[in-house]
């Protein structure tokens, strides 16, 4: 199993930039694909990332495209979203999960989650 922790949510201005990191525990980090995902209240669970084990490959879904960025460091056991240019409408909790093997693209294709941390953008 791994274990998983975000950190770096905070408030932030409209049009600002944010980091989150996501560390990890536990077994083999390098093992796992992972995907960032995020879920505003009253919405679903929608995915904003994905990136491979290797991290060499990544994945946006269409409106993810251009300001943010995944990216993993397998040495620090750490996943990485850069954000930019955040608007009011990327307040969510953002929330890092993993999953064995291969990149996936829905909340049910990932097997553990951390607890996630708030992004507030205020316009």
């Known amino acids: 199993q791994v274990q998983l922790v975000e950190s770096g949510g905070r408030l932030v201005q409209a049009g600002g930039s944010l980091r989150l990191s996501c560390a990890a525990s536990?077994?083999?980090?390098?093992?796992?694909?992972l995907g960032w995902f995020r879920q505003a209240p009253g919405k679903e669970r929608e995915l904003v990332a994905a990136?491979?084990?290797?991290?060499?490959?990544?994945y946006y879904p269409d409106s993810m495209k251009g300001r943010f960025t995944i990216s993993r460091d397998n040495a620090k056991n750490t996943l990485y979203l850069q954000m930019n240019s955040l608007k009011p409408e990327d307040t969510a909790t953002y929330y890092c999960a993993a999953r064995l093997y291969g990149l996936g693209y829905a909340p049910t294709e990932y097997n553990y989650w951390g607890q996630g941390t708030q992004v507030t953008v205020s316009s």
């Open positions: 536990g077994r083999t980090f390098s093992d796992y694909a």
């Open positions: 990136v491979t084990r290797s991290g060499v490959n990544t």
